[in-house]
């Protein structure tokens, strides 16, 4: 949703599938998660976890994307780092993301 056809983005719904309790990648349906750990829960509001949204975010590899990548690595848990290491080794083997997931403290 934005308040103007040329604004930022206030809101955006995302719709994927599911297969049972696991959520499936639309882009490489080898790629599944936990229904119960796709999002994280902050002040009543369940948002996509962030080395999920970071794995939608890496086909493109657009600076804001990288910029992104940039300022969510050193948050990011040692299991959150292994997850998108493993998706992106799936879906693109050789992402630049993924030296830096395995080396950056």
Known sequence: MRKH???PW???LMLDEADGEE???RRDPRIRRSLSGLTVEEDGFHRLAP???LLYKSKGMRPKDEADFEAVLPLLSGGQ???LDEALETEHTTHPWRERL???P
Request: charged share 40%; hydrophobic share 20%; no cysteine.
């Open 5 to 7: 056809p040329d604004g």
């Open 10 to 12: 206030r809101f955006q």
């Open 51 to 53: 080395e999920v949204q």
């Open 23 to 25: 959520w499936t990648y």
């Open 102 to 104: 395995r080396h950056d």
């Open 81 to 83: 780092r292994r997850w």
